[in-house]
């Protein structure tokens, strides 16, 4: 068992380099508008419907520093501003470059650009994530289960982080969208679901949880990486599953998208 990201901070000027997979310009899917999204390098977890199992080595990346990135994000500075739009950091887990991700993020603060972090949450709150959320509009926060056995199941690692940020930012008010896989006969047992929806719905930060049907884009890329892929046989949830899982989360006062 793994523990809890801890990165000690070793550079003190603006130009910090990190390893990142790619740069998508303009994304859709990872926070409001339209927005740039970077892809770090490095991930903790090994969950098993992962879509991006390249991200998950924290070699082979590409290193960039954090000028490069925001000369680059300020050429899409017009499409985040009248979308509503700005960057996100996803991974990977960004917390395992946390002095990176929270320069990226001052810097964009500076040119008043909105700051989205896509995390599991599974990193050392102190020194891993609170200096990044100092600078984090908004967390798109994934709580891949909520019964620890499932959890574990799912993630190869512990649950006990993700909540502990959970209940922080509720703590903090920090706006907050939880993300759920919901994956058939793994993630959706309603017992699940139900624990799940009734811890959310006792955080005051929660501006929506985000449905997402399990799919198996990324499995090409476990073939390609010599990865065993457990869930080949795994079909997609149906649209009567999905409607039964948002139907909890409503039951729960949330706000849901599926
Ligand atoms: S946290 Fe994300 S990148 Fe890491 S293993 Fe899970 S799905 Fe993949």
Redesign the pocket.
């Known amino acids: 068992m793994s523990t809890p990201i801890s990165i000690s901070e070793s550079s003190q000027n603006q130009n910090v380099v990190g390893q990142i997979h790619s740069v998508e310009s303009c994304g859709t899917v990872d926070g409001p508008g339209i927005r740039f999204v970077i892809f770090t390098k490095g991930?903790p977890?090994?969950?098993l419907?992962?879509?991006?199992?390249d991200?998950?080595p924290m070699t082979d990346g590409k290193q960039v520093t954090v000028d490069e990135l925001i000369a680059e994000i300020e050429k899409y500075k017009s499409y985040m501003r009248f979308s509503g739009g700005g960057v996100t950091v996803s991974?990977?887990?960004p917390l395992m470059q946390p002095h990176f991700v929270a320069e990226i993020f001052k810097r964009c603060k500076k040119l008043g650009i909105h700051t989205a972090l896509d995390t599991?949450g599974y990193a050392d709150l102190e020194h891993a994530a609170k200096p990044v959320l100092e600078y984090a509009d908004l967390v798109l926060l994934?709580i891949k289960s909520f019964e620890p056995e499932t959890y574990f199941k799912v993630?190869s690692v512990p649950i006990e982080p993700t909540l502990k940020l959970a209940k922080y930012l509720s703590e903090i008010n920090k706006p907050t969208w939880i993300r759920f896989v919901l994956v058939p006969n793994l993630t959706d047992d309603p017992a699940n679901i139900e624990g799940l929806a009734s811890f959310i719905s006792t955080l005051g930060n929660i501006e929506k949880v985000e449905v997402l049907p399990f799919h198996k884009m990324g499995e090409y890329k476990w073939e390609q990486l010599g990865y065993d892929y457990q869930l080949k046989d795994t079909q997609p949830p149906t649209a009567e599953l999905v409607q039964r899982t948002v139907d909890i989360f409503k039951k729960y006062g949330l706000a849901v998208v599926s």
Not at 49 to 53: A, G, I, K, L, S
């Open positions: 991930c977890l090994r969950c419907y992962c879509h991006n199992p991200c998950r991974g990977g887990e599991s994934d993630t």
